[in-house]
């Protein structure tokens, strides 16, 4: 157990208890990264080819003459992105659950549905089961992604909340990793290595399951459904500290303001409701294209596209896994100390010069069919880890903190739902275009996200306000109403933040 610290007036402690709670949520995170991981390995096992997409292994076999365009098939990215038009959809769902019921029991049908999934796709004889098995994974994503990072920047202590919340893509990356690993073995047990690969899906979602009746609820969430002094006790429990008044106070009158709105997503469409809107899609859509997915998706096709042999390639993307997961590390490190903007914008810096260093490499020496050579191709991986390296302490982590963290009460739920289903709707939109997009736009498409780069760099650092150290629940007085910009559109709030009992944070 910690010492007792006192930020702005609330006091926390950090609790076994709360560690676990922590932790167990988290494993949302390993939920979603699995799957990432698990598609494209699957995706590149011949085995799983011949049995489900039989034209494009003959494509594939003839494939000699192009190396951009061997894997261009529509079904085979239908494969991989039908999970993510049924995440889209449910997230919405979730976030109906998310306010009724409370964040726990939304994250206890996660683990069920992606349980569901994982069985199935495992056991899969048709396409149709493994398209039905990847819809059931979705519903999983959906729900898990909208419950679990708000959860966590809920039960969180402000000083820790950026560090919380970042267990989650940690999660997301060790299950990433954990993926590769898995099909690196899996690819070599003929003919049913592609079974195991997507049956152990099953395992992060059992951690799941018993995390979730194991956590406890958040009070934000107690409160606003009129369990107010289970709220309390909880806020004390997960404090560590007896002295919890002025941050309860903040919360009640935060849920004040959350009863009265009947409908949010009609309150989301208010003026002053646009900053946190706006931001929250926009960090979701920027970070699907910084081109994360086209490498975490295809990594194992692409490093084949560049001309490395089958295991080489998996071994690669279980290289750029490892540099995943320890750069993630630096942002949970990172974000209360240094903020979510200078992580934002250093990395913006770094993608840009690795995502063009790429494309002129393979714009110069891969022409057709021709691989690159050992040395280049090598260059190549690094220059692929410096890219995964800088996303994974910034756009990866924070795409997912700042939304959850930035909108009011009364529309946190609907509001960050509008983020989650963005970025399952560019994930999905990036999974399904990028085989192709490789296919036509060649070498280019690395110049193409290079160039949203630059546009995110922009954005941040104008319109992106740091939210390092203010309460969760003080954001619109804190944040919203400070902004140069975004304090024009506020003047039309009337929600009652509580923020008078509570001294200013610095
Ligand atoms: C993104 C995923 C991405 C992953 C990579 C997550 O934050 O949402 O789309 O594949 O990071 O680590």
Same mark, same amino acid.
């Given at each position: 157990?910690?010492?007792?610290?006192?930020?702005?007036?609330?006091?926390?402690?950090?609790?076994?208890?709360?560690?676990?709670?922590?932790?167990?949520?988290?494993?949302?995170?390993?939920?979603?990264?699995?799957?990432?991981?698990?598609?494209?390995?699957?995706?590149?096992?011949?085995?799983?080819?011949?049995?489900?997409?039989?034209?494009?292994?003959?494509?594939?076999?003839?494939?000699?003459?192009?190396?951009?365009?061997?894997?261009? *098939?529509?079904?085979? $990215? =239908? #494969?991989?992105?039908?999970?993510? !038009?049924? &995440?889209?959809?449910?997230?919405?769902? %979730? +976030? @109906?659950?998310?306010?009724?019921?409370?964040?726990?029991?939304?994250?206890?049908?996660?683990?069920?549905?992606?349980?569901?999934?994982?069985?199935?796709?495992?056991?899969?004889?048709?396409?149709?089961?493994?398209?039905?098995?990847?819809?059931?994974?979705?519903?999983?994503?959906?729900?898990?992604?909208?419950?679990?990072?708000?959860?966590?920047?809920?039960?969180?202590?402000?000083?820790?909340?950026?560090?919380? *919340?970042?267990?989650? $893509? =940690? #999660?997301?990356?060790?299950?990433? !990793?954990? &993926?590769?690993?898995?099909?690196?073995? %899996? +690819? @070599?047990?003929?003919?049913?290595?592609?079974?195991?690969?997507?049956?152990?899906?099953?395992?992060?979602?059992?951690?799941?399951?018993?995390?979730?009746?194991?956590?406890?609820?958040?009070?934000?969430?107690?409160?606003?459904?009129?369990?107010?002094?289970?709220?309390?006790?909880?806020?004390?429990?997960?404090?560590?500290?007896?002295?919890?008044?002025?941050?309860?106070?903040?919360?009640?009158?935060?849920?004040?303001?959350?009863?009265?709105?009947?409908?949010?997503?009609?309150?989301?469409?208010?003026?002053?409701?646009?900053?946190?809107?706006?931001?929250?899609?926009?960090?979701?859509?920027?970070?699907?294209?910084?081109?994360?997915?086209?490498?975490?998706?295809?990594?194992?096709?692409?490093?084949?596209?560049?001309?490395?042999?089958?295991?080489?390639?998996?071994?690669?993307?279980?290289?750029?896994?490892?540099?995943?997961?320890?750069?993630?590390?630096?942002?949970?490190?990172?974000?209360?100390?240094?903020?979510?903007?200078?992580?934002?914008?250093?990395?913006?810096?770094?993608?840009?010069?690795?995502?063009?260093?790429?494309?002129?490499?393979?714009?110069?020496?891969?022409?057709?069919?021709?691989?690159?050579?050992?040395?280049?191709?090598?260059?190549?991986?690094?220059?692929?880890?410096?890219?995964?390296?800088?996303?994974?302490?910034?756009?990866?982590?924070?795409?997912?903190?700042?939304?959850?963290?930035?909108?009011?009460?009364?529309?946190?739920?609907?509001?960050?739902?509008?983020?989650?289903?963005?970025?399952?709707?560019?994930?999905?939109?990036?999974?399904?275009?990028?085989?192709?997009?490789?296919?036509?736009?060649?070498?280019?498409?690395?110049?193409?996200?290079?160039?949203?780069?630059?546009?995110?760099?922009?954005?941040?650092?104008?319109?992106?306000?740091?939210?390092?150290?203010?309460?969760?629940?003080?954001?619109?007085?804190?944040?919203?109403?400070?902004?140069?910009?975004?304090?024009?559109?506020?003047?039309?709030?009337?929600?009652?933040?509580?923020?008078?009992?509570?001294?200013?944070?610095?």
């Amino acid at each position: 157990m910690k010492k007792i610290e006192k930020v702005g007036g609330f006091e926390s402690k950090i609790t076994v208890y709360v560690v676990v709670c922590w932790v167990l949520a988290a494993c949302g995170g390993l939920m979603f990264g699995y799957d990432i991981g698990i598609s494209g390995g699957v995706t590149a096992m011949d085995d799983f080819l011949i049995k489900f997409f039989p034209a494009v292994y003959q494509r594939k076999l003839r494939a000699k003459e192009d190396n951009y365009c061997k894997y261009d *098939n529509q079904y085979l $990215q =239908l #494969f991989t992105s039908s999970l993510y !038009l049924a &995440a889209l959809v449910s997230s919405f769902a %979730a +976030s @109906k659950m998310c306010s009724k019921l409370g964040r726990k029991p939304t994250i206890f049908v996660a683990s069920a549905f992606f349980l569901c999934g994982s069985l199935l796709s495992a056991a899969a004889q048709r396409i149709w089961m493994i398209i039905l098995a990847r819809v059931l994974l979705g519903v999983g994503v959906g729900f898990g992604n909208e419950a679990v990072p708000l959860f966590l920047s809920e039960i969180a202590p402000v000083q820790h909340r950026g560090a919380v *919340n970042i267990l989650f $893509q =940690l #999660f997301i990356t060790i299950g990433i !990793l954990f &993926a590769n690993l898995v099909n690196y073995g %899996a +690819s @070599k047990i003929h003919p049913w290595g592609w079974r195991l690969s997507l049956g152990l899906a099953s395992l992060p979602a059992a951690f799941l399951f018993v995390g979730s009746v194991v956590i406890i609820e958040t009070p934000a969430s107690l409160v606003e459904r009129n369990q107010e002094s289970q709220g309390l006790s909880t806020l004390k429990k997960i404090r560590g500290v007896e002295d919890v008044d002025a941050e309860f106070e903040q919360i009640k009158m935060a849920c004040e303001a959350a009863r009265e709105v009947k409908d949010p997503f009609k309150r989301l469409m208010k003026r002053s409701s646009m900053p946190p809107l706006i931001i929250g899609v926009m960090m979701q859509v920027f970070q699907q294209f910084t081109g994360i997915n086209a490498i975490m998706f295809y990594a194992p096709v692409l490093f084949q596209t560049v001309g490395f042999k089958n295991d080489a390639s998996l071994l690669s993307s279980v290289i750029t896994g490892l540099v995943n997961v320890f750069s993630t590390l630096v942002s949970i490190y990172g974000v209360d100390r240094v903020g979510r903007r200078k992580l934002l914008l250093q990395a913006c810096v770094q993608m840009f010069i690795s995502q063009t260093a790429i494309g002129a490499i393979l714009l110069v020496h891969l022409k057709g069919s021709n691989s690159l050579d050992e040395g280049l191709a090598g260059l190549v991986v690094v220059l692929v880890c410096l890219f995964v390296m800088s996303f994974a302490w910034s756009w990866g982590p924070l795409g997912w903190l700042i939304p959850s963290e930035t909108f009011p009460l009364e529309i946190r739920t609907s509001g960050f739902a509008c983020a989650v289903s963005s970025n399952m709707l560019f994930t999905f939109i990036i999974a399904q275009a990028f085989l192709s997009m490789m296919c036509h736009m060649r070498a280019f498409i690395f110049f193409f996200f290079a160039a949203w780069i630059v546009v995110m760099g922009l954005f941040v650092l104008f319109l992106l306000p740091e939210t390092k150290n203010v309460p969760i629940d003080a954001m619109v007085e804190r944040v919203w109403k400070q902004h140069p910009v975004w304090k024009r559109f506020m003047d039309d709030y009337d929600g009652k933040e509580g923020v008078k009992n509570v001294g200013m944070i610095i």
